[in-house]
């Protein structure tokens, strides 16, 4: 089966039916890995790995798989992960910054964390909090935790934070970085079906220079970015 699909792949390629990198809009993927059914491709300019456009879940699909997670926000074993990330980006906040929880899910943890600090903060999720005049504002911070590895576009929804956040704005963004290509196949969180990109923290880097953002990382799996002034 998989040397089979990885064919169709390479098939699509050599055809010119490749398309741009769902991350970075360059034509420089190639075909990564076949898992099962599924193939994987990988960008040489930005190094994301992609699932194949035929397999990305149905909005139902993935619906149904988040109402399967329990993420209860006063679960204190649910605070200290979201922790990870709302440490580091409140160090770098002003005081009652203007936010927005961008998939924020059926518990808005972050958000409330975040509000505990001191900052207002607005919650939007296409599934639990579809309330788009929340995308028609302009925000100090945006706080994007166990999301991005679910978007089918990451290039239009990047370029959405580019356009959300005001100058001197932070995004701060949590995802499982991708790390050796020989663990991918095994990985936990390739397993998840409503997981369709990976990233490396070059990925993230690369991302941030196209908008003309610094990136930091500072711990394992955390990347903030700050939008010039």
């Known amino acids: 089966m998989e040397v089979s699909v990885l064919k169709e792949a390479l098939d699509r390629h050599d055809q010119g039916h490749d398309e741009p990198c769902r991350v970075c809009r360059a034509r420089t993927c190639r075909p990564f890995q076949t898992v099962g059914d599924v193939a994987y491709w990988r960008c040489e300019t930005c190094e994301a790995v992609l699932v194949e456009r035929s397999k990305l879940p149905a909005g139902p699909e993935e619906r149904a798989h988040y109402l399967t997670h329990r993420n209860d926000p006063q679960d204190p074993g649910y605070r200290r992960f979201l922790s990870r990330l ?19 899910g059926p518990g808005p943890g972050l958000a409330e964390m975040l509000r505990e600090d001191g900052h207002s903060v607005a919650a939007y999720d296409p599934f ?23 978007f089918h576009e990451p290039a239009r929804e990047f370029a959405l934070f580019d356009r959300l956040l005001k100058p001197g ?12 290509d020989s663990r991918f196949a095994n990985w936990h969180y390739r397993r998840d079906p409503t997981h369709v990109v990976f990233y490396k923290e ?9 908008f003309g953002w610094s990136c930091e990382i500072p711990r394992k799996d955390v990347a903030l970015m700050h939008k010039a002034f």
């Open 86 to 104: 709302a440490d580091p980006l409140t160090e770098r906040l002003e005081p009652a910054s203007l936010g927005l929880d961008y998939g924020c």
């Open 128 to 150: 639990f909090a579809p309330n788009r005049s929340m995308l028609a504002g302009r925000y100090d911070f945006i706080a994007c935790s166990e999301v991005a590895e679910h």
């Open 169 to 180: 704005g932070w995004l701060g963004l949590m995802t499982c970085f991708r790390t050796e």
């Open 202 to 210: 070059e990925t993230l880097r690369y991302l941030a220079a196209l």
